[in-house]
């Protein structure tokens, strides 16, 4: 199954997602969504606001009664790219500004999206993570925020944020030391390296692993599988997320510690930061395409 063979049946959707493209079938419950931000793919602050309206759409469409949205899949259009992580040059602007206020609600808004995701999205949706690409930094967190994630062998992981003096801060210590220990989840953020999606699968944070274009088919048949249990199994969901607890508190008071970290850093740590941008702008343009539905 490719992007070209999901339904156009859009009728949970009450609003423009410009970063966004999503589409939803009442007949099975699932919602799918697949980012395309610019001027490169990664968390801007459109995406971000795109990405809390369909959750607040989702969440609305549930209350209501007449729909019940069973799973929500993140994935991406980018060709080779699942999502870049922070804004990058939002980063270096406001560092070189000293503007906390702005980085600070940047960070604030990343958290929300993450706990909405882990927690059910408050109405026992489950989210699925399909990573077809690069998911460095908050794309590497925000796929770790799912339930589970379903990854095609070629992807890629990693938390880049060492190499300009900084840390993953919107989830990854907190996600990463519930799957795995926090010795190991700190030499994995400490390295800067990326790793293979067979890595991380043999290391437990890949749920299911796949061959390349075969993402989408495993998504489906993840679905299937796990709708044939689907009570005990979003009961365990809880019941996990109650023996492993992440507080909104913890992620919001680990994001002020990265806040602080982050205005403190070296111009040279920011003009780092600034090559690695246009690293990432000249990838995209040169590497990435993005697919494009059949109208």
Not at 67 to 76: D, F, G, L, P
Not at 139 to 151: K, N, P, S, T, W
Not at 211 to 230: L, P
Not at 240 to 254: G, N, P, Q, V
Request: proline share 2%; glycine share 6%; charged share 20%.
């Amino acid at each position: 199954m490719n992007i070209n063979q999901l339904k156009n049946n859009n009728d949970i959707i009450s609003n423009e997602y410009p970063d966004l493209k999503v589409q939803f079938n009442s007949n099975d419950g699932v919602v799918w969504s697949f980012m395309h931000s610019g001027p490169r793919p990664c968390y801007t602050p459109q995406l971000l606001s795109n990405l809390q309206s369909m959750f607040n759409d989702i969440k609305m469409q549930c209350s209501s009664g007449t729909t019940a949205v069973e799973y929500v899949v993140i994935a991406s259009l980018v060709d080779n790219i699942y999502n870049l992580g922070g804004d990058l040059d939002l980063f270096a602007t406001s560092i070189m500004e000293n503007d906390r206020k702005k980085l600070q609600e940047y960070a604030y808004t990343c958290i929300d999206l993450v706990y909405n995701c882990t927690n059910q999205i408050e109405h026992d949706v489950t989210s699925i993570a399909l990573v077809q690409g690069s998911a460095l930094g908050g794309g590497f967190e925000a796929a770790l925020a799912c339930h589970y994630i379903v990854a095609e062998k070629s992807a890629q992981f990693g938390f880049p944020e060492i190499l300009f003096n900084l840390f993953p801060g919107m989830g990854a210590f907190s996600y990463l030391s519930r799957r795995i220990s926090m010795r190991d989840a700190e030499q994995l953020i400490l390295s800067g390296k990326q790793y293979s999606a067979t890595e991380l699968y043999e290391m437990g944070l890949i749920d299911v692993l796949v061959e390349d274009g075969q993402g989408m088919n495993a998504v489906n048949e993840f679905i299937n599988n796990h709708r044939t249990q689907q009570r005990a199994r979003v009961a365990i969901q809880k019941a996990k997320m109650r023996s492993t607890f992440i507080s909104f508190s913890e992620l919001r008071d680990i994001t002020d510690i990265w806040v602080d970290a982050a205005l403190k850093i070296s111009s040279s740590d920011v003009e780092f930061m600034q090559r690695l941008i246009k690293v990432q702008n000249r990838k995209f343009i040169n590497n990435a395409q993005v697919h494009q539905f059949s109208k």
